[in-house]
């Protein structure tokens, strides 16, 4: 690394304590409102669902929390270089937003397969993306490798500040729905489902966490069957922002003492959960943001008042035109 330049916290992650959640959510109060929860109707006898809706945050995902909260809880003279974050597309999409609003300039270390409108929309914001390979982004992620630069390095999954912001998530929904039994989430890196747990879990312990993956890569399921993490083979699929090669090994020991289990589900079953929440409550998702629906629908073990978080509703346009037209998208 330069003298002066940036890096990612080297510290390990731990689970956010709730006193740390509120001072985030009160942090950004300012910023950004809370998003809804609202009541799918779908007339099933064993289970009530709905929908946590990310998709109405300022950047149409959940990042924006995360991103915020990593800036604000740090000096502002450890901004004055910038700030940079490694990110298949929403993250780097809401560290552009938060450093566009705090008047730093903002890096973003992006896959060329990334969807275009995330990538877009991070330019529109002034943010400069800098394309890297896919297993050049992996090893950024799980810190194995780290670029020489000036700007401070935000770890997507495993700054702690990061986990704190993805908290306020979990506490917006126990305070709209305090008998909440099932949280349903995608699980990319880990840090929305251990941020969101800390806070269910400490404010209902009973509450079940369960991890949606898509059955292209879903290295959850694979860790949970193994008793360790291990390394999977992907195939490549037009669903975005879950799923990898291994998970982050630096996380993996919280997220795993709070998960109670991980569902993988197929192409088939993420668009029809698409056009499902396009039909029923005209909610446009990504397919990671409709994985967590397509799982509670899947799953004979998730009954009662289930919570699916619907991540993002950042997908291209022409990708999206196909879903609803009834076929899967190429990758």
């Known amino acids: 690394m330069k003298p002066g330049s940036g890096s990612f916290e080297t510290t390990s992650p731990r689970r956010p304590r709730l006193e740390e959640i509120e001072t985030a959510r009160s942090r950004l ?10 009541h799918l109707d779908l007339g099933l006898p064993d289970r009530r669902i709905f929908l946590k809706l990310e998709t109405l945050s300022p ?3 959940f990042k924006l929390r995360p991103a915020l909260n990593a800036l604000l809880s740090r000096d502002i003279a450890n901004l004055r270089d910038g700030v940079a974050t490694a990110s298949s597309g929403n993250m780097a999409y809401g560290m552009a937003w938060a450093a566009n609003r705090l008047g730093v300039p903002m890096a973003a270390y992006m896959y060329s397969g990334a969807p275009q409108t995330k990538i877009d929309g991070v330019r529109k914001l002034g943010g400069d993306v800098r394309f890297i390979s896919m297993e050049t982004w992996w090893r950024y992620i799980v810190e194995a490798e780290q670029p020489e630069l000036d700007e401070l390095l935000i770890n997507p999954v495993t700054d702690q500040a990061v986990l704190s912001g993805n908290g306020i998530i979990g506490l917006e929904i126990v305070e709209d729905l305090p008998e909440i039994d099932v949280v349903v989430m ?8 251990t941020g969101v747990a800390s806070a269910v879990k400490a404010l209902r312990p009973q509450a079940m966490i369960v991890a949606a993956e898509d059955e292209s890569a879903a290295p959850v399921t694979a860790a949970l069957a193994a008793g360790n993490i291990v390394e999977i083979e992907t195939k490549p699929s037009f669903v975005k922002s879950i799923g990898g090669p291994s998970l982050v090994p630096q996380l993996w020991p919280v997220v795993s003492e709070l998960i109670d289990g991980a569902v993988a589900v197929s192409l088939d079953q993420i668009t029809d959960a698409m056009r499902l929440l396009f039909s029923k409550a005209k909610v446009v998702a ?14 004979d073990q998730i009954k009662g008042n289930v919570v699916c978080v619907v991540s993002g509703g950042n997908i291209d346009a022409a990708a999206y035109s196909q879903v609803l037209a009834g076929t899967i998208p190429d990758p």
């Open 29 to 38: 109060a300012g910023y950004m409102p809370r998003t809804p929860l609202v």
């Open 59 to 61: 950047i149409g995902a």
């Open 186 to 193: 995608p699980f990319g890196g880990g840090s929305l489902t």
């Open 286 to 299: 990504e397919g990671a943001g409709a994985a967590s629906l397509a799982v509670a629908l899947a799953s």
